[in-house]
């Protein structure tokens, strides 16, 4: 019996994607040799604005438009998973095939983690890469906000948090992950990402000439309305929204070989915006009140942001109509 194996896997750390699953899955994708450029490019983003009358405020959203469900493109990647027990984790690592597993994130071992985690059940996603029999330990790949790491987690630990998930959940929570005889090549995906994007680009620009509107709610919006607007929901939203444009300008570089410097500084440009605005309505959360000046600041980025959008979007359609 061996007593220790570690597969030759390293963390995704380019780019945090979407969430610890993502990134875990992104690392195994890589180890098997495959192209992560479908993961990373298998939805749209788009703005939708939506006023709340109960906490008044255009709440900023930037939402996305899948364009193959998850199962489909890791099959269409060459990717296949296999539900497998608890007690077959070994025997797949022997293998030199990673597993991945779901826990309670109660269980949740990291050194970084949150204490807000304690008592609320929500899952977290490892990739298992190894063990070590002798110490009764797994190493998986570690994936949060920041930094994807590899740690050491005890089996029993393990085991106990997939348990809780899947008692909770009623789903299965271990799978193998294995490589196929043959993936879709990059130019493959590239075809089907330029259909798709021609299908959702009224959305998109849609989404963008709302913005003016946006502008119009804060420039008449009455000061009782702005007290009683959930403004730090509405900043986290732009947090969000920040972290997913630069996903974007990342993944179509990326995607294009480099060749995207333009739209790169442009999105960046887009990022700096909404920065300021979302530090304009922190300023006035943690005042409590909006004054003529600060309302008219917040009025001019976010006109400076439609402008600066429609330029991202533009520059994005000649990248793609460049390259079909």
């Not at 293998?95 to 990291?110: A, C, L, M, N, T």
């Not at 998109?204 to 709610?217: A, F, K, S, W, Y």
Request: with cysteine; aromatic share 12%.
């Amino acid at each position: 019996m061996t007593r220790k194996k570690m597969l030759k896997m390293k963390p995704f750390n380019e780019f945090y994607h979407k969430s610890c699953y993502y990134n875990s899955i992104l690392s195994a994708v890589l180890y098997l040799g495959g192209s992560i450029e479908p993961l990373l490019c298998n939805d749209f983003f788009y703005y939708c604005n939506e006023f709340d009358e109960e906490n008044p405020g255009i709440h900023l959203q930037y939402k996305s438009k899948v364009i193959k469900e998850e199962a489909q493109l890791l099959k269409l990647m060459g990717i296949s998973f296999e539900n497998i027990e608890y007690e077959q984790i070994w025997d797949m690592l022997d293998h030199g095939i990673p597993v991945h597993i779901r826990i309670d994130r109660r269980y949740w071992g990291s050194p970084r983690n949150n204490s807000i985690f304690d008592s609320v059940a929500m899952a977290h996603n490892y990739m298992i890469t190894g063990y070590d029999r002798d110490k009764d330990e797994f190493l998986v790949i570690d994936s949060t906000p920041g930094q994807n790491v590899l740690s050491k987690v005890s089996c029993s630990m393990m085991n106990s948090g997939m348990r809780e998930y899947k008692k909770l959940n009623k789903k299965h929570g271990i799978v193998a992950i294995r490589a196929m005889e043959r993936g879709a090549r990059a130019e493959d995906y590239k075809k089907m990402f330029h259909h798709r994007f021609d299908e959702f680009r009224g959305v998109m620009h849609q989404g963008i000439e709302e913005l003016p509107l946006v502008r119009q709610t804060y420039a008449v919006m009455e000061s009782e309305l702005w007290q009683r607007a959930a403004l730090s929901d509405i900043t986290l939203n732009i947090d969000r929204i920040k972290t997913s444009r630069e996903l974007e300008a990342y993944r179509v570089e990326r995607f294009y070989d480099g060749m995207t410097g333009e739209y790169t500084l442009k999105t960046q440009k887009a990022v700096d915006i909404l920065g300021v605005i979302q530090s304009l309505f922190t300023k006035i959360s943690m005042r409590g009140t909006v004054s003529d000046t600060v309302r008219k600041s917040v009025c001019g980025m976010f006109q400076q942001l439609y402008l600066q959008e429609n330029d991202c979007f533009n520059t994005l359609a000649c990248i793609i109509d460049r390259n079909r």
